[in-house]
């Protein structure tokens, strides 16, 4: 049996996304998923990095006084994307016709891993009826259909066709680790730690995109969007030690050791991400890996002195580009 393709998804993979949606009605601004170097100003009001800083070290410092207001603005900037733009692009949209959805097309039944927040890829996948969340983000996950109505149930499918493992993790999913054990005659309660969490889903304010799902009611365990993924910081091992990050990216090596390729779109491959990224590569030893991004040529040359085992290719294209090109390389 022919091994599969599996595709790691990075911040460019969605930079295409608000051109492929046209000008969505309704807004006076234009709306955009920003790259991370864009998040300076939208986040710190900033057009250029301080001294010896990265953009990370501006994130660190904010959550080190306590200050979420940053990482929040991240957050609502990107469902805002979610918001208006998926729309357009869904088998539904004025829009249906663009790159994202021939390469979903194109590619069946290869699973997704993805270091984005954004749930692009999974609005898509659910518009043409081969993704839901109970189980499309790798692990059981409580949903609720709330848009009830025979032809929309009827033609969800029983399972999903694909993964989508979020290794940073999802705005709209969240961890319920804890429950309340209260003894006989007694009005106060003792939290306990779950042998096994319950993954919540929550689009929040995007739930429009998931039709016909909604949101479940917050739970005692309740974690708002920016408490759901892994802050883009200089450090991220700590945030790779949670129960949900730790169980997707056992999946994800598992993924790419039975691979026969891996395509790597729009993942800039930072070293403030070597924790995050480094253990996908050591299992890709001997495998093809093809880059594909405007800087792929650069990134090759770096990447090829430390990770010299891997069959390294590189397409120095936008995931547009790459698509309408017919994936070249692959």
Request: glycine residues 6%.
């Given at each position: 049996m022919k091994k599969p393709i599996i595709f790691i998804l990075g911040a460019g993979f969605c930079m295409d996304a608000a051109a492929e949606a046209g000008n969505p009605p309704g807004i006076q601004e234009p709306v955009k998923y920003p790259s991370l170097f864009e998040f300076l100003k939208v986040c710190f009001d900033k057009n250029v990095l301080p001294p010896n800083k990265s953009i990370e070290d501006l994130f660190q410092e904010s959550i080190d006084k306590r200050d979420r207001k940053p990482i929040k603005i991240l957050?609502?900037?990107?469902?805002?994307?979610?918001?208006?733009?998926?729309?357009?692009?869904?088998?539904?949209?004025?829009?249906?016709?663009?790159?994202?959805?021939?390469?979903?097309?194109?590619?069946?039944?290869?699973?997704?891993?993805?270091?984005?927040?954004?749930?692009l890829p999974e609005i898509l996948l659910l518009s043409k009826k081969v993704w839901r969340p109970e189980d499309g983000y790798g692990v059981p996950v409580r949903a609720k259909l709330k848009f009830r109505s025979s032809s929309n149930e009827l033609s969800l499918p029983y399972k999903s066709h694909r993964v989508i493992l979020h290794l940073?993790?999802?705005?709209?999913?969240?961890?319920?680790?804890?429950?309340?054990?209260?003894?006989?005659?007694?009005?106060?309660?003792?939290?306990?730690?779950?042998?096994?969490?319950?993954?919540?889903?929550?689009?929040?304010?995007?739930?429009?995109?998931?039709?016909?799902?909604?949101?479940?009611?917050?739970?005692?365990?309740?974690?708002?969007?920016?408490?759901?993924?892994?802050?883009?910081?200089?450090?991220?091992?700590?945030?790779?030690?949670?129960?949900?990050?730790?169980?997707?990216?056992?999946?994800?090596?598992?993924?790419?050791?039975?691979?026969?390729?891996?395509?790597?779109?729009?993942?800039?491959?930072?070293?403030?991400?070597?924790?995050?990224?480094?253990?996908?590569?050591?299992?890709?030893a001997k495998k093809r890996v093809l880059l594909v991004s405007p800087d792929a040529n650069s990134l090759v040359l770096r990447l090829k002195k430390e990770y010299y085992n891997i069959k390294w290719c590189c397409k120095a294209m936008s995931f547009k580009e790459w698509v309408l090109s017919d994936y070249p390389d692959l």
């Open positions: 957050c609502e900037t990107l469902m805002e994307a979610d918001y208006f733009i998926t729309p357009q692009l869904k088998v539904d949209g004025s829009h249906r016709k663009n790159v994202y959805m021939r390469f979903l097309d194109d590619f069946p039944v290869s699973h997704l891993i993805t270091f984005n927040y954004d749930s940073h993790g999802s705005l709209c999913l969240y961890s319920d680790e804890f429950y309340t054990e209260y003894k006989q005659g007694s009005n106060y309660g003792m939290q306990r730690k779950k042998q096994k969490s319950d993954y919540i889903f929550d689009p929040d304010n995007i739930g429009k995109c998931f039709v016909p799902f909604g949101r479940i009611s917050p739970t005692e365990n309740y974690k708002y969007k920016e408490e759901r993924v892994i802050a883009p910081v200089p450090n991220k091992a700590k945030g790779l030690k949670g129960e949900f990050i730790k169980n997707v990216y056992g999946q994800a090596i598992d993924l790419i050791s039975n691979s026969r390729t891996i395509v790597v779109i729009g993942y800039s491959f930072n070293t403030n991400d070597l924790a995050s990224y480094s253990p996908l590569l050591k299992v890709a």
